[in-house]
């Protein structure tokens, strides 16, 4: 039978790809030089991506470079997550043995869940972060494979892929920095309707710049005839290049089958029909090789030869001689793993199935099923429930359907495949209804969805009722899972949903959760009021109710909310309250995660030491219980509140700890921004602004939420000002505020007082007030104090600087007195709290018209002990300004000397100038130390020497004439000097003038 088939070869050519060639080559020369690269081959179905793939992967092995290739799948293995990343991970595994091992030493447990082969997976916690952990610990995974050589990782046709899949790929694109990575994508750009999945991953990752996009055009006329020939081994007529060309509109796959009919000797009889024309080779051959490309289309994108054995009622010599036949016409080909058996291309496999007669497509899916129910082994563990799940599915069987898609949805939760969780979970919802109460009596029990309570058993408390199933029970496994896989508005949904079925008079409890979900996924994606409505609903559901998890989850996460958003005293009495509750019931996680909440709840409303030996305990316990989203907690807010205190040593070696345990643990991509944040901070206070710098530009711009990524901006922008570097300042603080949602003080009240600093020292006064005013009209919580403090004394300080501008005059007393207002409400009571307190009142004083040493020198007392440059730079420079205008000169130098050094040390270049510019103006010896740099604030508004010196005498209140007099020059020349500077000032008059010169200290000092 064998000996009838002829034999069609693939096209022995590659033609008209040499531009995407090198493009591909070059991007795999600079993946060798530590650039990892990633491109996107878009083209439409038959173009060529998989030829093009293969041939880059041939030429790369060639190169040197350790190739893995991983396909996508449909149909039999729909919601099957991973299976490309898994699929090429087990290519690695095969062609690198021990040295894969080596480099997923530490990690196996976790990686297990993508590759078997490494060990058992560990137990995993079911929370947002389980995924991260997976994600991170997977990029190390290639870090350390891309360590001494290249990798290329070759994914096959992502318009299949499942969601994971996804974004742990654009979690790679991501996070690799310095890996000597290549990875290549193929899709199908002609199937990508508007809704279709793939387009938001595309846009996404099309805003990287290290992704580039590679379209596939169709080939021309000479390209198909240079195909052509070499298919036909001879050079073709050309008007069959003509007809051969017009028929196939250039795609390569086409041209192919058109050659292949032709061979055949049947050029010209084909239909219009594409389908048609895919299926002229399979009916070509013989009835028994269809029926087995029949089984074969629907058993998915690949079918292991055991299971496609099992499936088909035929003697296995005669199953061979088929797959022969079909693989020798070139319609199959083996898997890459030599274990079964797929298309050559899925085209084919598309018109195989869809030309199946009504009936018989659900025929051979219940065949798969059946068999797979009764030998499991035929197919990987990994991809065994869902794709029995699917198999039934596609049967058409509801009653065998739910409970296999409520088993896979499971088996995905256990991955951290959120998407494909809720994938299965909404399916089992859909087929509810459809299925007798017998099945639905006998379903397994609810899985794993946080302190849902599960149990009924109020309907039948001595009875088995409260181990069944019930379908909002499947509602709340599926909200969890929309949450962690970020569909917030499907998790809101199910969860109206859920509250439909629900009676909160005799079930609050449950409603109370629901409600609580709704919450939480708002205050996760910053939506709307943060969810603290919803949040308040579910408090009163269970304000009296008795001690449950749903209780004490719904008191911690109250305060927890407060802490972030408005903490106020009463909240420590709640943390305490779900405390004591998840004592009663033993939940010792709830327990500790309110232990968190309280301790920093107790720390930043005056109870320092409760607090700091709350967490530290807290941070103990979670090492040893070895709970790495725990110990993440405990790391961001102890050394939170650490750098609040003032003792930013010990800020950052708990946020530099709290990286180190985040890396090893997998958690970067989670929490890891955050404590890198928090390590940054202590460090621009310590005044180690070129540490801080590098950790900035090694933390990923794409990383993180949006409050995430406006903390680091603004990092970057203080530095930015500290450095006088104000354009850099002005772009960070506004990527900044656009990354601002929702009313976080903690997030809006720094960026403000960044931009009241910037305002001030581009000299935009009435910016500092207006930006002032709209953070006072906000209002201040008590317990964001650590916030408050700097954002007035800048503001205030402002206010002092300005003096003698006749626009804002006006109304300063009632600007310092809402200052006043303000600051009585704050808290103090700890050194550095108290230090800006005292610096506040001095530069009340001072805007007021009362200069003083003496505030200032008491401010300076209390923060000196602390070592930390600042803010004590500013208080003893004020007071060297203080002294000298009291002709105190040597005083005057002596703190000069101080504030110079301490400016110094906190690396703010624009205190440095401001007390050098005070020494000159002075007559005061700088400190030995500076290096001269000339004043930078006359130069910007390109004032020369002569006019310099006019504005000099302007602000000493002297006319025209006595200018002339003391310059010798002529009343009119004088006059011409004064309006060139008023309008280089961009003032209206000279008072403004002269407000502006003793801002930018060019009056000396006791004129």
């Known amino acids: 039978m064998l000996s009838d088939v002829e034999r069609i070869s693939v096209s022995p050519v590659f033609v008209g790809r040499s531009a995407e060639m090198a493009e591909l080559s070059t991007a795999l020369q600079r993946a060798g030089e530590g650039q990892p690269q990633a491109l996107l081959i878009a083209g439409d179905a038959g173009v060529g991506k998989t030829r093009l793939l293969e041939e880059f992967v041939c030429a790369a092995t060639a190169r040197g470079a350790v190739a893995a290739v991983g396909g996508c799948v449909e149909i039999g293995a729909d919601g099957l997550p991973y299976a490309p990343i898994a699929a090429a991970l087990r290519a690695l595994h095969h062609e690198l043995g021990v040295e894969m091992e080596q480099a997923a030493a530490g990690s196996e447990g976790r990686l297990a869940q993508l590759l078997p082969e490494l060990g058992h997976a560990v137990p995993e916690a079911h929370d947002e972060f389980g995924r991260a952990r997976l994600f991170e610990h997977t990029a190390q995974l290639f870090e350390r494979l891309t360590a001494d050589r290249t990798v290329v990782l070759a994914l096959e046709d992502l318009h299949w892929s499942d969601r994971s899949t996804r974004e742990l790929l654009v979690y790679l694109l991501r996070s690799l920095r310095g890996s000597r990575l290549v990875i290549v994508a193929t899709y199908r750009s002609d199937d990508l309707h508007r809704r279709h999945p793939l387009r938001p991953f595309l846009a996404e990752l099309e805003r990287l710049r290290t992704v580039q996009r590679l379209d596939l055009p169709r080939l021309g006329r000479a390209e198909v005839a240079d195909q052509l020939l070499g298919i036909l081994a001879d050079t073709p007529d050309p008007a069959l290049v003509s007809r051969i060309f017009l028929r196939s509109e250039g795609i390569p796959f086409f041209v192919e089958e058109l050659a292949a009919s032709y061979q055949g000797g049947c050029s010209t009889g084909l239909t219009e029909s594409l389908r048609d024309l895919l299926l002229v080779r399979v009916e070509a051959l013989p009835e028994a090789v269809q029926s087995v490309l029949r089984a074969l289309a629907l058993g998915g994108s690949a079918v292991e030869y055991g299971l496609l054995r099992a499936v088909l009622p035929l003697p296995e010599d005669e199953l061979i001689g088929a797959l022969r036949a079909a693989v020798d016409a070139n319609i199959l080909r083996p898997t890459p793993d030599g274990d079964g058996y797929r298309f050559r291309h899925a085209l084919v496999r598309e018109a195989v199935a869809d030309d199946l007669l009504p009936g018989e497509g659900g025929r051979i899916t219940r065949r798969?099923?059946?068999?797979?129910?009764?030998?499991?082994?035929?197919?990987?563990?990994?991809?065994?429930?869902?794709?029995?799940a699917n198999y039934w599915y596609s049967a058409g069987d509801?009653?065998?359907?739910?409970?296999?898609?409520?088993?896979?949805?499971?088996?995905?939760?256990?991955?951290?495949?959120?998407?494909?969780?809720?994938?299965?979970?909404?399916?089992?919802?859909?087929?509810?209804?459809?299925?007798?109460?017998?099945?639905?009596?006998?379903?397994?029990?609810a899985d794993y969805a946080e302190s849902y309570p599960a149990c009924s058993c109020d309907e039948d408390p001595n009875g088995e009722c409260c181990e069944r199933l019930r379908y909002v029970d499947v509602i709340a496994e599926a909200a969890v899972a929309a949450r962690?896989?970020?569909?917030?508005?499907?998790?809101?949904?199910?969860?109206?949903?859920?509250?439909?079925?629900?009676?909160?008079?005799?079930?609050?409890?449950?409603?109370?959760?629901?409600?609580?979900?709704?919450?939480?996924?708002?205050?996760?994606?910053?939506a709307g009021d943060n969810g603290r409505a919803d949040l308040a609903k579910a408090r009163a559901l269970v304000e009296n109710g008795p001690p449950n998890a749903v209780q004490a989850e719904v008191f911690a996460r109250y305060a927890a909310c407060d802490m972030v958003d408005w903490p106020e005293p009463e909240d420590i009495a709640l943390a305490e309250r779900a405390i004591g509750i998840a004592r009663q019931i033993s939940d010792e996680p709830v327990e500790l995660h309110a232990r968190v909440t309280l301790g920093t709840l107790q720390v930043i409303l005056g109870r320092e030491a409760e607090g700091l030996a709350e967490l530290q305990h807290v941070l103990s316990r979670a090492v040893e219980l070895h709970e790495p989203d725990l110990m993440s907690r405990a790391y961001v807010n102890l050394s939170d509140v650490y750098e609040g205190l003032g003792r930013s040593e010990q800020a950052e070696a708990t946020a530099r700890e709290g990286c180190e345990m985040a890396r090893a643990n997998g958690l970067l991509g989670a929490s890891g921004s955050i404590l890198q944040g928090n390590w940054v901070e202590p460090l621009i206070s310590l005044g180690r602004l070129d540490e801080a710098q590098r950790l900035l530009d090694a933390v990923s711009h794409e990383l993180g939420t949006p409050t995430e990524s406006g903390f680091l901006n603004r990092l970057r922008g203080l530095i930015a000002l500290l450095r006088d570097d104000l354009p850099a300042a002005t772009a960070q603080l506004l990527n900044a505020r656009a990354e601002l949602v929702g009313g976080r003080a903690q997030s809006w009240l720094p960026v403000s007082e960044l931009a009241i600093r910037l305002a001030a020292a581009e000299g935009r006064f009435d910016g500092v007030r207006s930006e002032l005013l709209a953070a006072v009209g906000e209002g201040f919580p008590s317990g964001k104090s650590r916030y408050v403090w700097p954002l007035l004394l800048h503001a205030t300080a402002a206010e002092a600087d300005s003096r003698g501008l006749p626009a804002l005059d006006a109304d300063r007393p009632a600007v310092l007195e809402q200052v006043r207002a303000a600051a009585s409400q704050l808290l103090r009571g700890w050194p550095l709290a108290d230090g800006f307190a005292l610096l506040l009142d001095a530069e009340l004083a001072r805007a007021e018209g009362d200069f003083q040493a003496e505030p200032y020198l008491r401010a300076a007392a209390v923060l000196e002990p602390l070592g930390l440059p600042y803010p004590l730079d500013l208080a003893l420079l004020r007071a060297a300004e203080a002294e000298a205008l009291q002709g105190r000169r040597s005083e005057a130098a002596a703190l000069l000397r101080r504030a110079e050094a301490q400016a110094a040390r906190h690396g703010d270049v624009r205190m440095q100038a401001a007390a050098r510019q005070l020494a000159d103006r002075a007559g005061l010896r700088a400190a030995e130390a500076a290096e001269p740099e000339p004043s930078v604030e006359p130069a910007a508004f390109h004032l020369t020497p002569r006019e310099l010196a006019v504005l000099r005498l302007v602000a000493l209140g002297r006319s025209n004439r006595q200018i002339a007099e003391e310059l010798y020059i002529s009343p009119k020349t004088a006059s011409v000097h004064v309006s060139n500077i008023l309008a280089k000032l961009e003032v209206t008059g000279r008072g403004e003038a002269a407000a502006l010169a003793h801002r930018l200290r060019l009056v000396p000092v006791g004129a």
């Open 398 to 445: 509801p009653a065998r359907a739910l409970p296999a898609a409520l088993d896979a949805s499971r088996e995905a939760r256990r991955r951290n495949a959120f998407a494909e969780q809720l994938q299965m979970l909404e399916r089992a919802l859909e087929l509810w209804d459809r299925v007798p109460e017998e099945v639905l009596a006998d379903l397994r029990p």
């Open 484 to 526: 962690l896989c970020g569909e917030r508005e499907r998790c809101l949904n199910l969860c109206k949903l859920a509250l439909r079925h629900i009676d909160e008079t005799t079930d609050p409890s449950r409603a109370a959760w629901f409600w609580g979900q709704r919450s939480r996924v708002q205050f996760l994606f910053d």
């Open 368 to 388: 798969y099923a059946t068999v797979l129910s009764e030998q499991p082994q035929l197919v990987p563990a990994v991809e065994r429930t869902t794709r029995l």
